[in-house]
């Protein structure tokens, strides 16, 4: 089944922005400002506008399926392309390819050789896409006023157009939507992604599938992902070399199919990385997620496979009961895309295999039953932690490892770059608690890099604690005293809840933190007061003051929140550094006490 991913709204928010800067740029070569707005707004030149971007786009995805979600981006073509694409519409001519092609490598926070190997890449791309463009522009009569002196009268004349003419247009730009979305399902079935915006004027991947018959809905999990996703790629900064190292294997000739492995120490930005995958590509993706109990196979195999019949239109209706009890319904439908794609890339993620599942399975299974060997042209990206035994036999040849080095200068200069974008986002008030320390902006960019360990998830909280003026030069007065490494912050935040009060911290917020740690998927306050015995306003209080440690997911049938521990690494320092045994039965025994005549209530 096609789903149509670029719609007319997609490129009406699109032509908007790129049109406002025509106007701008209209008053500096001396064209009337309110003529040529009222002009442009008028519906020859929206629809006509349209038509031209559409009937590029499909230029552009036939010659480039791997570029064609990346620079028919929303957020890219209403930001910083817009200005440079509002050119092609004026006397000043198109931009060259190398500006279109610096401004996509900038939205990535790219810096040095970095950014040059990414503009050097993208500006041939860029220049093929300008040219698709203004060769559609040039065409359109709507638009001569604005590169041609001897036509500029049109402007001031009337808005009246025959409803033949709007009709001749509104039709012309269907046809060019639909060419469009036929050439760019060839670059979704390449696996290199959707068209992503803003939520209410740009289908995004999540969205993708909301045109599913509701059999193969119900097993599709997407949009249980969209919030983990579009929590761990906020601020989203570089790994450029991870991009590239995938790339590289997609188009290897000696590597024709299997599995790539992305390893790292929790908290490196695994699932920040899978997520802006899913972002940029659109794969076919599934999420284990351990604090959410979403880590069964069944879970993972209903979902792959439902997936992959929308995605590919392959002809099931729903999934037989046999989809989930192995891979091999799964293996048949890789195979069948494969065949159907001739010879294109079929990619699916799987994120955090170690938190996926490990009993209830024969000694030779791997996790989530994922298949041994894949067909040609099919490959997994599987993201795991270093040490973990994760349970992975494939075929001899069929595996590459990706490895997230803490210690890599690659990730290192990542680091550096996603503490300078903190610092700029707010600039007032991280400059004041940086002078606290009597260090200048750089100084710290480097100190925190060494604390960090080059762990993002350090980053993350550390540098919240020190905007809110939780981490300062009154507690810490000197900055390289900092915790060292991400557990070791998870201890001092642990110690500075307690002192602050340890009669609360042992009554109130040692239960409530440690049994959502123990609860293994998200849970209500009222849930969370009758495992550890406290009222409903005490939880709330508890929940309100470890925020920064916790997610809340959607209502329940109740109508409550739920809530759950951020990240797993927190899952691990109070298993093992705390203890979370009282919790385990403490949940326990209120389940038990709920069979009639097993426990006396004593």
């Known amino acids: 089944m096609a789903i149509p991913v670029l719609t007319e709204a997609a490129l009406a928010v699109v032509a908007k922005a790129v049109l406002?800067?025509?106007?701008?740029?209209?008053a500096r070569l001396a064209l009337p400002e309110d003529r040529v707005r009222t002009w442009l707004g008028r519906d020859p030149q929206q629809l006509a506008f349209k038509a031209a971007l559409a009937s590029a786009l499909a230029t552009f995805a036939d010659r480039h399926p791997q570029w064609a979600a990346s620079f028919f981006d929303q957020h890219f073509l209403t930001g910083r392309a817009a200005p440079l694409l509002a050119r092609c519409l004026t006397r000043l001519g198109a931009p060259e390819a190398e500006e279109l092609a610096a401004a996509w490598a900038d939205q990535f926070g790219s810096r040095g050789e970095v950014r040059e190997e990414s503009i050097a890449k993208a500006a041939p791309v860029a220049g093929d896409f300008l040219r698709a463009l203004d060769a559609e522009l040039l065409q359109r009569e709507e638009f001569r006023p604005l590169y041609d002196s001897r036509a500029l009268d049109r402007i001031s004349e009337s808005a009246a157009q025959s409803a033949e003419d709007l009709q001749a247009l509104r039709s012309e730009l269907a046809r060019a939507l639909e060419q469009a979305n036929a050439r760019y399902q060839v670059?979704?079935?390449?696996?290199?992604?959707?068209?992503?915006?803003?939520?209410?004027?740009?289908?995004n991947v999540f969205h993708v599938y909301a045109q599913t018959p509701a059999p193969l809905a119900e097993q599709i999990r997407t949009r249980e992902f969209e919030t983990l996703v579009e929590e761990r790629t906020r601020g989203f900064v570089g790994r450029d070399f991870v991009f590239r190292a995938i790339d590289e294997l997609l188009v290897d000739t000696e590597f024709p199919s299997g599995y790539i492995v992305v390893r790292g120490e929790p908290g490196i930005g695994k699932t920040a990385l899978m997520g802006e995958l899913v972002k940029r590509r659109g794969y076919v993706h599934h999420f284990n997620i351990a604090l959410q109990n979403i880590r069964s196979p069944g879970a993972f195999l209903s979902n792959t496979c439902a997936q992959l019949i929308v995605r590919y239109g392959l002809p099931y209706t729903h999934l037989p009961p046999e989809a989930t009890k192995d891979s091999g319904f799964l293996s048949g439908l890789l195979a069948e895309a494969a065949a159907k794609e001739a010879g294109r890339k079929i990619v699916v993620l799987v994120d955090a295999l170690d938190e996926a599942e490990d009993t209830g399975l024969t000694p030779n299974a791997n996790r989530l039953f994922l298949p041994p060997s894949l067909p040609p042209g099919v490959y997994f990206i599987v993201s795991t932690r270093v040490k973990e035994y994760y349970r992975l036999n494939v075929a001899p040849g069929s595996r590459e490892d990706i490895y997230l080095d803490e210690k890599d200068p690659q990730n290192e200069e990542d680091v550096r770059q996603y503490i300078r974008d903190f610092i700029r986002k707010h600039q007032a008030k991280m400059s004041t608690r940086i002078a606290e320390w009597d260090v200048d902006e750089e100084e710290f960019v480097n100190v925190m890099t060494k604390r960090s360990q080059g762990n993002f998830m350090y980053l993350v909280h550390v540098l919240q604690d020190i905007l809110k003026a939780r981490l300062t030069a009154k507690n810490i007065d000197n900055i390289g005293k900092l915790p060292q490494g991400l557990r070791e912050y998870y201890r001092l935040h642990w110690r500075t809840m307690e002192f602050q009060g340890q009669k609360r911290f042992r009554r109130q917020y040692k239960p409530v933190v440690c049994t959502l740690a123990a609860a293994r998927e998200p849970v209500t306050e009222e849930q969370l007061a009758?495992?550890?015995?406290?009222?409903?306003?005490?939880?709330h209080q508890v929940i309100s003051e470890w925020r920064e440690f916790l997610n809340d997911e959607d209502e329940d049938e109740t109508g409550e929140r739920r809530y759950r521990l951020y990240h797993a690494s927190f899952q691990d320092f109070l298993r093992e550094d705390?203890?979370?045994k009282t919790e385990h039965q403490a949940i326990s025994k209120v389940a038990l006490r709920k069979i009639p005549g097993f426990l006396s209530d004593r």
Not at 20 to 26: M, S
Not at 196 to 202: E, N, R, S
């Open 530 to 539: 009758e495992w550890t015995g406290l009222t409903t306003s005490d939880v």
């Open 187 to 203: 670059a979704l079935s390449h696996g290199l992604g959707v068209l992503i915006g803003d939520h209410g004027q740009q289908i």
């Open 578 to 580: 705390v203890g979370l």
């Open 20 to 26: 406002a800067h025509v106007v701008t740029l209209g």
